[in-house]
């Protein structure tokens, strides 16, 4: 994982955080388009009581672009792609993706990859990252819910042929989800990354609803896998992240809400997808007001006393806020004018 380097518009949020206020909208949306999905992966928050039986679904993205279109002035940079299901499965992905990137902002893609139509490939060769959630080639089967190993690794080769072959830009990681299911197969996911030369994002399951067994207890449960894997491929993964920074069990801030904002697929605005009680409106037309709205301000207050506990790979609060020398630079640059 790349060390935070805030841009300029980061300063100021970061400034906006020390003096309780918010002047930009968010740097990045989060997007869950759809909750239909061709697999049934036991992390997944399908699983989840909360979800499970909620009907299939699909976001209006008109709506979605209106929104989109309406933060980029106030500061948006990019926009993540994904789902409760799997996104390539709305009706009119290639039509959204297509409009994202012309609006010039980075797009990032979250996909099973299952599927790879030649209109698809094209679609996400337009994409600026694209991160393939594969936990295991040798029981794809128990883990995903279908027999389709093979398949993936094959999409997943022609993808990156095809992104090569045609000197995209896009990059293309295998999202890894750390689990007590998923752990003992990190080994041939990474050795497989390693082979095609792509990187491997490791993140952390979520969910106080989901079944206990998927949660770990202590860091001592994956730690030496993951010192183990940084071994195998220090250059392609973010396992040292987990195996030396400061512990994600014991987080007591949070600053997300200056700097992100997840749209769920029933119309849920929340500031994080990983953290349940984020949530601070039902979304509405005029995003804008809702953002800077007093019970959204409320909201951001309350999360720097959280105690997040799935705050594993988040560049915002883990990575970058939470270390000193951040407000040390902050209070600098303040004084320099």
Not at 5 to 19: A, G, V, Y
Not at 58 to 86: A, H, Q, Y
Not at 263 to 280: A, N, S, W, Y
Not at 326 to 334: A, T, Y
Request: proline share 4%.
């Amino acid at each position: 994982m790349d060390s935070f380097s805030p841009s300029e518009l980061d300063w100021e949020r970061i400034s906006d955080i020390l003096k309780g206020r918010v002047q930009l909208g968010p740097k990045i949306v989060t997007v869950d388009i759809n909750s239909v999905c061709n697999l049934n992966c036991v992390f997944c928050r399908s699983q989840s009581k909360l979800v499970r039986h909620f009907p299939q679904c699909e976001l209006c993205l008109n709506r979605v672009l209106k929104t989109i279109k309406s933060l980029v002035p106030l500061g948006l940079e990019e926009v993540n792609v994904s789902g409760d299901g799997e996104p390539i499965l709305h009706s009119y992905f290639k039509r959204f993706i297509q409009e994202l990137v012309d609006l010039g902002i980075k797009v990032n893609i979250s996909t099973n990859l299952t599927i790879l139509t030649e209109d698809v490939l094209n679609s996400l060769s337009k994409a600026d990252s694209i991160g393939v959630n594969f936990c295991s080639f040798s029981n794809y089967k128990l883990i995903h819910g279908r027999d389709l190993a093979s398949q993936v690794v094959r999409n997943l080769i022609s993808l990156v042929n095809f992104i090569r072959d045609n000197g995209s830009h896009t990059s293309v990681d295998i999202d890894f989800v750390l689990s007590r299911p998923t752990l003992r197969y990190a080994f041939e996911v990474t050795e497989l990354a390693k082979r095609l030369g792509i990187g491997v994002e490791f993140v952390m399951v979520y969910g106080e609803d989901l079944p206990k067994g998927l949660f770990f207890e202590s860091e001592k449960e994956f730690k030496p896998v993951l010192r183990q894997i940084h071994s195998l491929y220090p250059q392609g993964t973010n396992a040292i992240w987990f195996v030396e920074k400061t512990s994600p069990f014991s987080f007591s801030r949070c600053f997300i809400g200056w700097f992100h904002c997840f749209i769920d697929v029933f119309g849920g605005i929340h500031f994080c997808c990983q953290h349940p009680g984020t949530q601070f409106a039902e979304w509405q037309e005029d995003f804008k007001t809702l953002w800077f709205s007093p019970n959204a301000q409320k909201k951001r207050d309350s999360l720097t006393h959280l105690n997040p506990r799935n705050c594993h790979h988040c560049n915002y609060c883990a990575e970058g806020l939470l270390l000193s020398w951040v407000e040390k630079e902050v209070r600098k640059r303040e004084k320099s004018g």
